[in-house]
């Protein structure tokens, strides 16, 4: 196949795959001959940039995925609120990043750091596959551990928790918010 044909298939891969495209699902459909995935989004980053068009191709979570430019997200954004696409609460979003930072992690030490009961919470975010049970403490009554999950990864378009901001980095740009500097401290 001529590159040009290439490019277009792994495009329309990018574009109707729900999960990041990765070289193996590249594999499985070119039977002979699979294109290198990493050349080819090379090639369609560097067409995106030229044309300057509103997406972008992100390493995320193994793979690649088509996404909007940060100067986009508002819009996006409001176009899926209106369509009625679920948030994560205030709470949800705490606990989720206590995971994320603190992993693995059992519930009553994300109680202990949060300061309220997490029951209801851990369930949704275990609904909506960002965490995941990964085994039991050895600790007394051997409490279930969490972890955060590719589509953690997936949600928040980072490719490995290595790419979280540093608490540190975040205390550094809340300081001017001191009750939001106390949570982060918390998580230290």
Do not use: W
């Not at 990765?22 to 699979?34: A, C, G, R, W």
């Not at 960002?130 to 589509?151: C, H, N, S």
């Amino acid at each position: 196949m001529v590159h040009e044909n290439i490019d277009l298939i792994i495009e329309a891969m990018l574009f109707a795959s729900p999960d990041p495209l990765t070289q193996k699902k590249v594999n499985i459909v070119f039977e002979d001959n699979p294109p290198n995935l990493e050349e080819v989004i090379l090639r369609l980053t560097q067409q995106y940039v030229d044309q300057g068009n509103a997406i972008e191709i992100q390493n995320v979570s193994g793979g690649f995925q088509l996404r909007t430019k940060p100067e986009y997200d508002n819009f996006v954004r409001r176009l899926l609120n209106k369509t009625g696409q679920l948030h994560l609460s205030q709470a949800a979003l705490e606990s989720l990043s206590i995971v994320a930072y603190k992993q693995p992690i059992s519930r009553i030490d994300m109680e202990a750091i949060r300061g309220v009961d997490c029951v209801g919470v851990l369930k949704t975010l275990l609904k909506k596959s960002f965490v995941k049970i990964k085994g039991r403490d050895e600790g007394p009554g051997r409490p279930l551990l969490y972890t955060t999950t590719e589509e953690f990864l997936q949600a928040f378009g980072i490719n490995r928790l290595s790419e979280l901001p540093k608490l540190k980095e975040v205390s550094e740009l809340l300081e001017e918010q001191p009750a939001l500097t106390d949570q982060i401290n918390a998580f230290k």
